[in-house]
Each structure stands twice: as C-alpha cells, then as structure tokens.
C-alpha cells in the first residue's frame, strides 16, 4: 500500500489536477479500494483455502476477524503516513530513508493487531465480539472523513 504512490509514469499525475475533482478524498479512497479488491482480497482468498484444508472450518471466524483487521489498516496507515496522489511520486523518491519510521509505526500498529487477535481467539464468543467491533470500527473509518487531505 505504501508503494501505490510511487509510478514509473509519475508525471502523469497532472490530470489529477487538470481535472475539476471536488473531493480529492475520492481519489485515495478509489485506488485504496481498488488495491483491496485487485490485489489483497485474491491473495488473500487463496491463502483462506489453505488454512481452511490445513485446519479445518474452525479458523474461519480467525480469518473473517484477519480480513477485517486489514481493511481497517488501509484508513489507519492513511492516517499515519504523510502520502501523496496515487501514482505522483518517482520511484527514486521511494530509495530515501523516511520511510523507516513510517514502517516501523506499521508494525508497531500490526503487532498490535497481533495481539488483539491472540487474546479473544482464546474464547469464540470473544472473536465474535471483535468481528462485530471490527465491523462497526471499518464502517466508521470508511464513511468518516479519514482520507481528508489538508
């Protein structure tokens, strides 16, 4: 996701200004959507069949709770890192070292996740209770204004 700004064409990017776009929020929330969809949600469907032979329909409230998780991340680490328009920026300027402290936040923020996820796998109820809060939170992150650039 990090890397969706960066683009060989980078100078392409003038239509985004050329045309007349009243919410540039649209913007981000289109190509974040589109990388859900296009890229995360086929990856992660093949890797759900896996675990679904390796272990069984038990982990499927495990995996709806994961697939949550992410597309919470997708808003949260919007957030978090300073991004420009999709596809704006040239891939030389991806080769400096800010981004360190941004990945570094992300982990922080997965590994947060991580364990979240580790203590209400402990009970069923519990991660039925966080699929729910996870619901509610993604609807909110999704509608509110979390892709407002200032």
């Known amino acids: 996701m990090i890397m969706l700004q960066y683009s060989k064409c980078y100078k392409g990017a003038w239509i985004y200004k050329a045309v007349k776009i009243n919410n540039i929020a649209n913007i981000y929330k289109g190509c974040y959507k589109s990388f859900m969809f296009n890229l995360l949600l086929p990856l992660y469907v093949c890797e759900c069949i896996v675990f ?10 495990s995996l709806i709770v994961i697939i949550l998780y992410s597309t919470l991340l997708i808003p949260i680490f919007f957030k978090v890192n300073k991004f420009t328009l999709p596809f ?19 982990f922080l923020i997965i590994g947060i996740g991580v364990g979240l996820h580790w203590l209400v796998s402990t009970r069923s109820i519990l991660i039925l209770v966080y699929m729910g809060v996870l619901i509610g939170v993604n609807y909110i992150q999704w509608r509110n204004k979390s892709f407002i650039v200032k």
């Not at 679904?52 to 409230?61: A, E, M, N, R, S």
């Not at 704006?88 to 360190?100: L, R, V």
């Open 88 to 106: 704006a920026d040239e891939f030389k300027a991806a080769e400096g070292g800010s981004g360190i402290a941004n990945m570094l936040l992300s």
């Open 52 to 61: 679904i032979i390796l272990f069984g329909f038990k982990v499927i409230p």
